[in-house]
């Protein structure tokens, strides 16, 4: 079946780079997302990207992916302490004729001064 | 755009009795819209999903008695948490999407946060 896995947590100095990977199994993804969650909200969209891409990079975020190595990245650059968040990678999977988001276990990020 | 209300927020009831969140898309019309469960720490978990007009699809393990799916129009559905007991206590999160929105994602509500005493 589908599975979208995360490392569990990171914690980055403010002002470096943040980097979350995550690896995912169903090859026929098309799209492959971003969200970010922080405590008690619901998730909010960050970025996604094409499966026909390897790159997108839109202000701070840098979204990788390999698609062979089905190995999706977000680098965060410049983290500030408002990224302190949980970030969830997510596939999208045809399932019943629906498409259906599949999520990983989600990363904790920690901003440390 | 693309906003989704989730209400309550927050809710405590009593074990034994039902509870009805609501999930409305403001500004587009859903065509689908996922219930999620979130336990502490965790990710989400998919309950169902639900297209306007038809019945709820759910996932394997979560019981269709026990959490009604009603998708009525195309800005509105519901989550019916019926005979809660406490460990239905979770965080319940809706999702709504448009036909053809896939390269725009999912917008999610805002959440609520059940506790059943």
């Known amino acids: 079946g589908e599975d979208v896995e995360q490392s569990l947590f990171l914690s980055v100095r403010e002002g470096d780079s943040s980097v979350i990977n995550c690896t995912y199994t169903?090859?026929?993804?098309?799209?492959l997302y971003w969200y970010k969650q922080e405590p008690g909200a619901g998730l909010q969209l960050l970025t996604y990207?094409?499966?026909?891409?390897d790159m997108k990079q839109d202000q701070r975020l840098t979204v990788l992916l390999n698609k062979k190595d089905k190995h999706l990245s977000l680098r965060i650059a410049d983290t500030q302490t408002g990224d302190s968040a949980i970030y969830f990678c997510a596939e999208i999977s045809i399932s019943g004729g629906y498409n259906k988001l599949i999520f990983g276990a989600g990363t904790r990020l920690a901003v440390h001064p | 755009g693309a906003v989704v209300s989730q209400h309550p927020s927050r809710v405590i009831c009593k074990s034994g009795t039902s509870v009805k969140i609501e999930c409305r898309s403001l500004?587009?019309?859903?065509?689908?819209m996922f219930w999620y469960r979130q336990f502490p720490k965790q990710s989400l978990m998919l309950m169902a999903t639900s297209n306007e007009g038809s019945k709820a699809t759910y996932e394997q393990g979560v019981e269709k008695d026990k959490f009604l799916i009603n998708h009525a129009s195309l800005t509105l559905s519901t989550l019916t948490v019926t005979s809660a007991h406490p460990e239905d206590s979770s965080f319940y999160i809706c999702s709504a999407s448009a036909r053809g929105w896939q390269n725009y994602g999912y917008t999610f509500g805002s959440g609520t946060r059940l506790t059943v005493v």
């Open positions: 169903d090859s026929s993804s098309t799209y």
């Open positions: 500004d587009f019309q859903a065509t689908t």
């Open positions: 990207i094409f499966s026909n891409m």
